[in-house]
């Protein structure tokens, strides 16, 4: 007798209820960090044409933006500055001035909304005259000079107030180095969130575009430092040094082409495991809903499931307060 009537598995796929009942991942606001983009002045507003729906805003108008952020219950948010041409240098001393648009706006945030989660981005590509992650010479990455200066802008953004430091620039050595100087400086409780498998992508040319490096970088690319898009072990062996040096958590960038490296870090290593939508996926979305070829908020939020089905703790998205309104509209505010 043939097994096939006895075992259907779609009956557990009949219903809606049936449908969440065995859900085997689930969404929540408390999974969504939001980057957001910060500019210098007041009531500043510009437009990002590359990723509709996203702004550089002044810190007066990003704190009343950060207003829905708290509400809808979306924990932490990423900043990442808009550097002016004059601010920009070869050496991106403005990367760790006491007084820099960075400190200024994680001060502001923490004394309006003292629970949310401040993540500084530690990276000199917005301060760099050529637009490049570190400090150059001869065409050349210097990596432990520019070690030297990231630890500065740490402590600049530690004594700012930032509850988390994310190196995001794939320098050998900067997590001990950063763990280290936070300890003697009497920051042991700053969080260090390693971006310790960040990929040579071509998925992040709108980010680029939105804190004004890609002018700086021209035709330049990444590749001496991130890694090659064809290694899967090379992360592992990424990861596993950064937490020997004092990382908390780890992020691997991109996203959705990276699903495979988010798995093997989770599931071989059960570590605090971050995953960063880019700006090349998010601009990818509304591009083909503006065509009438997808439906944003349902490829939005299959996106992010799917994150978390790989094994993502949380995820870096700028489509954050899009997905948490919409879990809020559905009446499942805490999970999908």
């Known amino acids: 007798m043939s097994r096939h009537p006895l075992l259907r598995p779609r009956?557990?796929?009949?219903?809606?209820?049936?449908?969440q009942l065995v859900a085997e991942s689930s969404l929540s606001p408390s999974d969504l960090i939001y980057p957001v983009f910060i500019l210098e002045g007041e009531k500043a507003r510009e437009p990002i044409h590359s990723m509709p729906g996203i702004e550089r805003l002044s810190v007066d108008l990003l704190l009343e933006q950060l207003e829905e952020v708290v509400e809808l219950g979306i924990p932490?948010?990423?900043?990442?500055?808009?550097v002016g041409a004059e601010a920009k240098s070869e050496l991106a001393e403005e990367a760790y001035r006491d007084d820099n648009l960075v400190s200024r706006a994680i001060g502001a945030i923490?004394?309006?909304?003292?629970g949310l989660l401040v993540i500084a981005d530690i990276a000199l590509d917005p301060y760099t005259s050529h637009g490049q992650d570190g400090i150059m010479s001869d065409g050349?990455?210097?990596?432990?000079e520019t070690v030297a200066v990231l630890v500065r802008q740490a402590l600049t953004c530690a004594k700012a107030g930032a509850d988390i430091v994310a190196p995001s620039d794939m320098m050998d050595g900067r997590i001990l180095a950063i763990r280290e100087a936070l300890?003697?400086?009497?920051?042991?409780?700053?969080?260090?969130?390693?971006?310790?498998?960040?990929?040579a992508s071509s998925f992040y040319g709108p980010f680029r575009d939105a804190v004004?490096?890609?002018a700086n970088l021209g035709a330049a690319d990444k590749k001496t430092y991130q890694m090659d898009p064809a290694n899967s072990h090379e992360a592992i062996r990424e990861v596993v040094l950064d937490l020997e040096e004092g990382a908390d958590m780890v992020m691997v960038k991109p996203g959705l082409p990276y699903l495979a490296i988010v798995r093997r870090v989770k599931s071989e290593l059960g570590v605090p495991t971050f995953a960063y939508h880019v700006s090349g996926e998010f601009a990818m979305l509304k591009a083909a809903a503006t065509q009438g070829w997808l439906d944003y908020e349902a490829t939005l939020m299959e996106s992010l499931l799917c994150f978390k089905r790989a094994g993502a703790d949380a995820i870096l998205?700028?489509?954050a307060i899009d997905a948490a309104r919409l879990l809020r509209a559905q009446g499942r505010g805490s999970a999908v």
Not at 76 to 82: E, R, S, T
Not at 140 to 144: K, R, T
Request: positive net charge; aromatic residues 14%; glycine residues 6%.
């Open 11 to 19: 009956r557990l796929r009949r219903l809606a209820a049936f449908r």
């Open 76 to 82: 932490a948010v990423a900043l990442f500055p808009v």
């Open 110 to 114: 923490k004394a309006r909304f003292p």
């Open 140 to 144: 050349v990455i210097l990596n432990d």
């Open 183 to 199: 300890e003697s400086e009497g920051f042991s409780e700053t969080a260090i969130l390693a971006y310790s498998a960040k990929y």
């Open 212 to 214: 004004g490096s890609a």
């Open 317 to 319: 998205t700028y489509g």
